[in-house]
């Protein structure tokens, strides 16, 4: 039975194999996915770590953005594509943010964003917040910072080239598995879309804050769990051993939500699998603005 009461997600199935942490984004009236193209999908020309933007109606690639990156994400303002990573030194993560820019999707400048020390930084999520821009960083140390990893922390700029980190404080949430992924603001209230454990399943939530601090949680919880619909194969291009394993593998983890307006309505992706390394990008959509999604989580305003 359809919960009217909440806002209304339509799962359209699964894209990729292998594919995670994507963005989808609107440039110059086009959708695109910014990608993080790891070492183990099929598709990387490289054998290195890198990020991509991927035309979602025909497939078109950029060439390859931010080598030897992870967790590429993507913003866009104006007639400019931002494009985020984080730095590998560290194997899975690393202590740096770098942002690539192009008007053009071929020629890139790069520069740094964030450069901590003794963090462990993972997925990025950059939105604006009135006249200033706000990153969401996810991070596993310092363990006085994390303490149970993963947890959100958070970086403002006016200009997207110098940023300030907002105090230890600002944070969610350090008591338990609360992995953020999706930043977004309106109406003076920060949301951030993540992923908690619960009951041996991974669900994406939301939580939505004024100050970074202090925090509510929607009482129309869990945005995302597995459903049958995330097996929906939707890529003609899948392989019998692909379809095969869409229809079989382990789902308990419903993560990496990113979302972009386009046209009225929501192009969504997330990701399903095990959330052991076993994991498939799916599509869906919501019907309606962004403000609408948002709001809507929140039902008593």
Known sequence: MIDLSRPLIERLGTIE??????????????????EWVRTAYKGNRLGRDYGRLIDHESGW??????????????????????VLGTSN??????????????TDLQHWEEWNALDLDGFSICNTS??????????????????????????????FS???????????ECNYEKDRYTAPH??????????DFY??????????RVVRSRDLIHWDASPLNPVMRSAPEDRIPRNPSFTPE?????????DANNSDIDFCEYHGRLVITYSWGNQGGTEHLAEAVYHGTLAQFLRGWYPEG
């Not at 989808?24 to 996915?33: A, E, G, K, S």
């Not at 060439?63 to 400019?80: K, N, Q, Y």
């Not at 006016?158 to 230890?168: G, N, S, Y």
Request: hydrophobic fraction near 40%; charged fraction near 25%; glycine fraction near 6%.
């Open 195 to 204: 992923l908690e454990l619960f009951e041996e399943e991974y669900e994406t």
């Open 89 to 102: 030194e560290a194997g899975w993560n690393g202590a740096r943010v770098n942002i690539f820019a192009s």
């Open 17 to 34: 194999c292998d594919l995670v942490e994507c963005t989808p984004v609107v440039f110059n009236d086009r959708v695109y996915r910014a």
């Open 61 to 82: 690639e950029t060439e390859p953005i931010g080598v030897d990156h992870l967790f590429h994400s993507a913003f866009v303002e104006g007639d400019t594509v931002y």
């Open 158 to 168: 006016d200009d997207l080239r110098h940023w300030e980190v907002t105090p230890p």
């Open 242 to 250: 692909e379809l095969h394993r869409i229809a079989t593998a382990v």
């Open 126 to 155: 950059l939105c604006k917040a009135g006249d200033r821009y706000a990153l969401m960083f996810e991070i596993s140390r310092p363990e006085e910072q994390t303490g149970v990893p993963f947890t959100a922390r958070f970086a």
């Open 182 to 191: 999706c930043l977004r603001w309106l109406d003076g209230w920060f949301y």
